[in-house]
């Protein structure tokens, strides 16, 4: 067998040793006689988080053919079918799409907390706190006062209970008005809350006269892990935030839910957010497709995160860090290795694989309906040669790499 690579050919035992060991789905091979042409496929493996999906023909054709109108003046029909919808599914009055989850999120806490200067108790470890600007406090002028958060995304509700502020000490405190869960709880590798914990919480709410919203981002892989409806995941909440670009896989956007009286303030502030768009049906319809066929896929996904779980923990100097429940898997590199999160990094992407490093030991891993399960061997073949297992990606990268180079 002879092989052509790059301009280059291979023949002989090195032609059938790697012509052996390519890895179909990563190669094209173009069979001539007794010589095989090969060329490098142009495929991508991004493992970075689920908002990467790119949508499906289903939703294009779906987002061409949309029915628009102003959603400012009016309202846009067909986001007004996605907002119906998603309050069905969820159990509330009333929904309103918006741009971002992290819109989503600030416009529910400034609604709960229209006074300037309240306080809202949420986890430190929790996306709102973490990673959305800060915005509640400095757009809002909401003060956060964070209770910690357990390793499977919870908060203790006695630690809860006592960072509620006493009313009679409103002359120096900030007024507690809102506790805000995450579900699932990102940084706590997708682990989900129970609807019993939640109902805890919510009883603490009513029992003190506070909201309580929940960030739902991935409200959906919450409710495929559990076993449990959407509504019943969220009886207990005021307010919720739902993405659409997440594990559901739509381009864009997030819808929040509530009270139509909720939603009212919302679609307000939403505006005066600069979040107010015209004909956005386009978008909306996208989101209608994933709802409609997208949902059922991500029981999928947490399978093939438990399977990429375990064989990372099969390779020396990797520990998955807490249980995978849903499509999030955090992995350690240990001390002692050979290779830490950055190097990892640059040599998997070299072969089309995309991770997050979180620090210099720990790397985030999302799961989508776009990876495949072939995608998740080839992942893992590569990490093992990176981290120095094996002698090649699946027995052939090591030296396809070589000839690249040359």
């Given at each position: 067998?002879?092989?052509?690579?790059k301009g280059?050919?291979?023949?002989?035992?090195?032609?059938?040793?790697?012509?052996?060991?390519?890895?179909?789905?990563?190669f094209?091979?173009?069979?001539?006689?007794?010589?095989?042409?090969?060329?490098?496929?142009?495929?991508?493996?991004?493992?970075?988080s689920?908002?990467?999906?790119?949508?499906?023909?289903t939703?294009?054709?779906?987002?061409?053919?949309?029915?628009?109108?102003?959603?400012?003046?009016?309202?846009?029909p067909?986001?007004?079918?996605?907002?119906?919808?998603?309050?069905?599914?969820?159990?509330?009055?009333?929904?309103?799409?918006?741009?971002?989850?992290?819109?989503?999120?600030?416009?529910?806490?400034?609604?709960?907390?229209?006074?300037?200067?309240?306080?809202?108790?949420?986890?430190?470890?929790?996306?709102?706190?973490?990673?959305?600007?800060?915005?509640?406090?400095?757009?809002?002028?909401?003060?956060p006062?964070?209770?910690?958060?357990?390793?499977?995304?919870?908060?203790?509700?006695?630690?809860?209970?006592?960072?509620?502020r006493?009313?009679?000490?409103?002359?120096v405190?900030?007024?507690?008005?809102?506790?805000?869960?995450?579900?699932?709880?990102?940084?706590?590798?997708?682990?989900?809350?129970?609807?019993?914990y939640?109902?805890?919480?919510?009883?603490?709410?009513?029992?003190?006269?506070?909201?309580?919203?929940?960030?739902?981002?991935?409200?959906?892989?919450?409710?495929?892990?559990?076993?449990?409806?959407?509504?019943?995941?969220?009886?207990?909440?005021?307010?919720?935030?739902?993405?659409?670009?997440?594990?559901?896989g739509?381009?864009?956007?997030?819808?929040?839910?509530?009270?139509?009286?909720?939603?009212?303030?919302?679609?307000?502030?939403?505006?005066?957010?600069?979040?107010?768009?015209?004909?956005?049906?386009?978008i909306?319809?996208?989101?209608?497709?994933?709802?409609?066929?997208?949902?059922?896929?991500?029981?999928?996904?947490?399978?093939?995160?438990?399977?990429?779980?375990?064989?990372?923990?099969?390779?020396?100097?990797?520990?998955?860090?807490?249980?995978?429940?849903?499509?999030?898997?955090?992995?350690?590199?240990?001390?002692?290795?050979?290779?830490?999160?950055?190097?990892?990094?640059?040599?998997?992407?070299?072969?089309?694989v995309?991770?997050?490093?979180?620090?210099?030991?720990?790397?985030?891993?999302?799961?989508?309906?776009?990876?495949?399960?072939?995608?998740?061997?080839?992942?893992?073949?590569?990490?093992?040669?990176?981290?120095?297992?094996?002698?090649?990606?699946?027995?052939?990268?090591?030296?396809?790499?070589?000839?690249?180079?040359?």
């Open positions: 067998m002879a092989l052509h690579i280059k050919w291979f023949s002989g035992n090195q032609g059938e040793r790697i012509g052996s060991r390519l890895s179909s789905g990563f094209e091979r173009k069979e001539d006689g007794k010589f095989v042409d090969v060329k490098m496929v142009t495929k991508t493996v991004d493992l970075r689920d908002t990467v999906t790119k949508p499906t023909e939703m294009r054709a779906a987002m061409a053919v949309a029915e628009v109108d102003d959603d400012v003046l009016l309202y846009d067909t986001a007004l079918r996605l907002e119906t919808e998603m309050a069905r599914i969820t159990g509330k009055e009333a929904a309103l799409f918006v741009p971002s989850g992290t819109m989503g999120n600030l416009i529910s806490v400034l609604v709960h907390c229209e006074v300037r200067g309240s306080e809202v108790i949420l986890g430190d470890n929790s996306h709102i706190h973490m990673y959305e600007n800060g915005g509640i406090s400095t757009i809002g002028g909401v003060h006062r964070t209770v910690k958060n357990n390793d499977d995304g919870t908060m203790d509700i006695d630690l809860i209970e006592a960072a509620i006493d009313p009679r000490g409103e002359i405190y900030p007024t507690t008005r809102l506790i805000c869960l995450e579900n699932t709880h990102a940084n706590s590798g997708g682990r989900c809350l129970p609807p019993e939640i109902d805890r919480v919510g009883k603490l709410a009513k029992k003190h006269g506070l909201k309580l919203h929940i960030d739902g981002a991935r409200i959906f892989n919450a409710s495929i892990a559990l076993g449990v409806p959407v509504n019943r995941l969220l009886k207990a909440a005021d307010s919720a935030s739902v993405c659409l670009s997440k594990g559901l739509a381009p864009v956007g997030s819808v929040i839910v509530g009270s139509k009286s909720f939603i009212n303030k919302a679609r307000r502030l939403r505006k005066t957010l600069g979040g107010g768009m015209r004909q956005i049906g386009i909306c319809a996208a989101g209608l497709v994933a709802l409609q066929e997208n949902i059922t896929k991500l029981e999928g996904d947490h399978k093939k995160a438990k399977i990429l779980a375990e064989g990372l923990n099969q390779i020396k100097g990797l520990k998955v860090v807490n249980s995978v429940e849903t499509n999030i898997v955090y992995f350690d590199i240990l001390e002692g290795s050979n290779i830490n999160s950055e190097t990892l990094s640059k040599y998997l992407q070299e072969h089309g995309l991770i997050m490093p979180e620090s210099l030991s720990r790397v985030r891993i999302v799961l989508h309906h776009q990876i495949s399960g072939t995608d998740v061997q080839y992942t893992l073949s590569c990490i093992q040669q990176a981290v120095g297992e094996v002698q090649g990606c699946n027995g052939n990268l090591k030296e396809i790499s070589e000839f690249q180079g040359q």
